[in-house]
């Protein structure tokens, strides 16, 4: 039987442009055009305004951001990551908006100790040729 | 407006049956669900043909690659009614979370509207063959290409991002929730139907359990099994003609809808702020505070839904209830223990969902728990899934 991979996501009308920037190591989220905040992910209607036409534009961010809370993976429901558990999953809130999370891996591995606020920057993972994942570094602490 | 219910305690509980609860059983699920509405609809002294109306949730929880198929992995409520060779007068379906309280209230509200007079809550969950939840899936469509392709994949990673904030926040330790487990595993122990009879766990096997997605064990999990429940409502006026004590439902709240997330993110204030507005809906909707509940019986599907629960309600405050249950707050055996896992839980007796909450209170409300029959409960509460997404019913001993 042919060795599972990490699953690819699969582009969709919504989601072309994210992950076309992400290809190019480019963190983008949802704009709504009629109240300006961003949303990740997106959806039909503005989760903001309400807007049926929010027109979403997907923005270039930072990835900066701190930590809400993490999980060491030392089992997936995926078998396709078999060959990269233990991993660590991060809740990262990102600094452009209030509450705006995403999960991403931590790149720095399962031994770093953590704390719910360590500053964190974007990494990517490159799992396919054209295919990037965003994940997370953390901050170099001066 | 007060939120009281005009119809509190006039739709009632007359009658129950649970087929066996076992981690894969010898019988198709929707013959255990035939068997099961048969037995339920026996106990509570009706004829199958009286029945007209069936209420489930046919939800499949898990995040595997298994097919969902009605009558094998899930039961729907036509497919029920019309394996008993019926064509009722109502069937209906509840879509979201917190499937039993759900369910439940679509029941006491066809009931009270007159659309059925007899109707039957069933509850059917399968545990497929392999793990329940792996996925070999190699291309990700849809939502959860937000989070799969980062690893970020099923239930257990998404109780312990929630359960991870709260021990962070509030400085609470894995050891604590050991009180949760043995609790659930003591009472699960003594009941003879559960999948865990006759075996409750230590504080020490629990912490010794290695890590799946920190800080959750497999022992933070309920087990997958087989098992169907149903349960048969009426009006307060036909359930004095039947023969058991009817128990009423005196009111009921879900979740309402919670902020946008990537999906199975479940951040903790989710979870406290949606359940927060719920539980004073909840009181509201019967007229009762908090303190008048005999029979809490919590979600613990998840241990830590346990504590966002006792929190959420209010029987401890915020942030304390990793001392609460440290202090022995939960003992059922203790006259000054909140009982809120003696029928057992989830954790105690397998994946029935809010079915061991619900029915233990049905079972102490009604005087039918033999050994196990608890001296005061005449106010109960049952409640399902996350606090922003789930549901909680007040059920009371004591007629209008």
Redesign the interface.
């Known amino acids: 039987m042919k060795e ?9 009308e919504q ?1 072309a442009e994210f992950w076309k920037a992400a290809s190019e190591h480019v963190l983008t989220i949802a704009r709504c055009s009629r109240c300006a905040a961003l ?3 997106p ?1 039909v209607v503005c ?1 903001h305004c309400h807007s049926t036409d929010p027109a979403f534009e997907f923005t270039p961010v930072s990835g900066r951001g701190t930590i ?14 078999d060959n ?1 558990v233990p ?1 660590v ?1 991060v ?1 990262v809130e990102l600094v452009e908006q209030a ?1 705006l ?5 931590l790149i720095d591995g399962v031994t770093v100790p953590l ?2 606020g360590n500053a964190v920057r974007l990494a990517f993972e490159d ?1 396919a040729p054209g295919v990037a ?3 997370f570094a953390l901050e170099d602490r001066a | 407006m007060t939120g009281r219910f005009t119809a509190g305690k006039q739709v009632a509980i007359v009658g129950y049956a649970q087929s066996a609860i076992e981690r894969h059983s010898a019988s198709p699920l929707g013959v255990l669900a035939v068997e099961t509405a048969r037995a339920a609809i026996a106990d509570a002294g009706l004829a199958v043909d009286q029945v007209d109306g069936f209420v489930t949730a046919s939800l499949f929880p898990s ?2 690659a298994h097919l969902p198929e009605d009558g094998v992995s899930l039961v729907s409520a036509n497919w029920l009614a019309e394996h008993l060779g019926l064509s009722p007068r109502y069937a209906a379906g509840f879509q979201g979370f917190g499937q039993i309280p759900g369910s439940v209230s679509i029941a006491v509200n066809a009931v009270a509207s007159g659309a059925a007079d007899y109707v039957l809550v069933h509850r059917a969950l399968h545990n497929p063959r392999g ?1 329940y ?11 959860r ?10 239930p ?2 998404m109780i ?3 359960y ?2 709260y021990l ?2 509030y400085g609470a330790r894995r050891e604590s929730m050991a009180e949760v487990l043995v609790e659930a595993r003591k009472n699960g122990s003594r009941i003879p139907w559960s999948y865990w009879y006759d075996q409750p766990l230590d504080a020490e096997e629990y912490l010794a359990a ?7 064990c497999r022992f933070d999990c309920d087990i997958p099994v087989d098992g169907v429940a149903a349960f048969l409502f009426t009006s307060a006026e036909r359930a004095k003609d039947l023969p058991h004590p009817p128990v009423y439902v005196a009111g009921y709240a879900s979740g309402v809808p919670a ?4 999906p199975l ?1 479940w ?2 204030d989710d979870i406290m702020s949606v359940g927060t507005c719920l539980a004073q809906r909840l009181w509201d909707s019967a007229g009762v505070k908090p303190g008048q509940i005999d029979l809490p019986q919590l979600y613990d599907g998840f241990s830590p839904f346990v504590y966002f629960w006792l929190e959420a309600l209010g029987f401890c405050p915020v942030g304390e209830a990793h001392r609460f249950v440290e202090k022995g707050g939960i003992d059922s055996d203790s006259p000054t223990g909140l009982p809120i896992l003696s029928g057992g839980g989830a954790l105690g007796n397998g994946r029935m969902h809010g079915v061991p909450q619900m029915l233990e209170c049905y079972l102490q409300l009604s005087r039918r728990a033999g050994e196990r029959q608890r001296t005061k409960t005449t106010l109960g509460l049952a409640c399902h899934s996350s606090p922003h997404y789930g549901g909680a019913i007040l059920y009371s001993a004591d007629p209008l």
């Open positions: 599972l991979v990490r699953p690819f996501p699969v582009p969709d989601s949303t990740h992910p959806d989760p809400r809370s993490w999980t060491v993976m030392r089992k997936s429901f995926l078998p396709g990551f990269d991993f999953l809740d509450d999370r995403l999960i991403g891996r704390a719910v799992i994942v965003p994940a | 995040a595997g793990v939840h792996e996925n070999p899936m190699q291309e990700v469509r849809g939502d290409q937000w989070t799969a392709p980062q690893g970020y994949f099923g257990l990673a312990a991002l929630a991870n904030e962070q926040r290695p890590m799946i997605n920190d800080p959750i902020t946008k997330r990537l993110h951040p903790l």
